[in-house]
Structure formats: C-alpha cells, structure tokens
C-alpha cells in the first residue's frame, strides 16, 4: 500500500498512519492525474492506506511534506489551521491540510459546504472539528454567517452595536495577517506524466 512505501521506505512519515482501513483520513494525500481527453489536470484525496501502489502508474502523489514546512515556508492551510487552533496533539492535521489542500487545488474559492463535504473524512479526536472549519473557511469568499445572510436573530449579534465591547472581543487571529493563497504558486504537474 502507498502508505507504508511512504512511511517506512521513502521515510515520510508526516502521513500518518491511524486505522489502517479507510476510516479516518490521517493518512491522506492527494493523487493528481492528467486527463488526456479535456486536457485537464484533476486532483484528488486519498486514503494512502487503501491506495495499492500498482494502482498509481501515471499518477502524480503530493504528501503533506510537499506542501509547506516550518524549515521552508508553511502553507496558508497550515497557518490558517494552526492559528485557528486547529490542531492540538496534532496526529489528525496532515490529513486534515491534505483534505483541504486538495479541495483549494481544484477549486480556490470554496463555499462552507465544499469545505464540510472535504474534510468528512476525516476524524479528529481532539478539537470538536469547530477551530479546524473556522481556519478553513477563511478561504470562502462568501459570508455564511446568518447576520450577513439578512436573518434577524443570529449568534453573532450580541454587542453589534456596541463598537467598544466589539473591539474587545478577543479574537484568535487576524484574517489581514494571514499568508495570501496564490494557486499559481503551488507545485507543478510533473511535464513526464503528461508525456506518458
Ligand atoms: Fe485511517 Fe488511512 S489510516 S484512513
Ligand atoms: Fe488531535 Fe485532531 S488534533 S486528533
């Protein structure tokens, strides 16, 4: 399985190993193809240890080691995650980068139920899955909040009016200071699989 080629032959453990049966996404990386019929590029997750490396003839693999590190420069999932407070023992995190990764990958701008359908697969025992999502969906454009979507109640409400007790509210991060997403800067297609 990809899984332990990865982790014990090629020595990246940063996916990790959880069930071994599919069923919680620690392992997940993403699986990149060329279509040759629309000429396309599709991206997909995958569960690394249900994934027989035969089944990967032609097919590029992005673990979580490709996409950012603290010794070169963390992905704005990674930040965006990790300043949200998303991740505490931290063994559900690759998996979790990876998931969203890949849904940034096909589709930069994501709406909140692109999000949740992407990161279902994968199990957090730790944070109740709330500061991973308010991490992610930095990256919608639109507001789902009710209060932006015209409701009266909402849970935001509290001290709208009150500018002072607004500013005071503590916040765990600033959406200005986060790393910009630049979907042109991100790994290539490797040009041979196309060749192929
Ligand atoms: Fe749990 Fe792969 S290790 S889904
Ligand atoms: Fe511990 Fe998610 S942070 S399992």
């Known amino acids: 399985m990809l899984l332990s080629f990865l982790r014990e ?3 990246l453990t940063g996916t990790k190993s959880g069930c071994g049966g599919g069923g919680c996404g620690a392992c997940t990386v993403m699986v990149s193809r060329y279509q040759p ?3 396309t590029i599709m991206h997909f997750s995958a569960n690394a240890c249900l ?14 080691e490709g996409v950012g590190s603290t010794k070169s420069r963390i992905h704005p999932v990674q930040e965006r995650i990790a300043k949200a ?10 998996g979790m980068v990876m998931s969203m990764y890949t849904l940034l990958r096909n ?4 709406s909140m139920e692109d999000i949740t359908q992407h990161l279902a697969g994968n199990l957090c025992r730790c944070t109740g899955y709330r500061p991973i999502i308010d991490g992610c969906r930095t990256f919608c454009q639109e507001d789902n909040c ?21 500013r005071e509210k503590p916040r765990l991060f600033n959406n200005e200071e ?9 790994l290539i297609f490797p040009p041979e699989l196309i060749l192929m």
């Open 146 to 166: 009710c209060q932006a979507n015209g409701a009266g109640d909402c849970c935001f409400n509290g001290d709208k009016n009150d500018d002072e007790a607004e």
């Open 85 to 94: 407070h998303g991740s505490q023992c931290g063994f559900c995190t690759p």
């Open 51 to 64: 994934l027989p490396l035969c089944s990967l003839q032609g097919a590029a693999v992005t673990t979580v």
């Open 37 to 39: 019929a629309t000429k």
């Open 178 to 186: 986060f790393l910009p997403l630049h979907p042109t800067q991100e």
């Open 107 to 110: 589709k930069p701008q994501p």
């Open 9 to 11: 032959k090629l020595r």
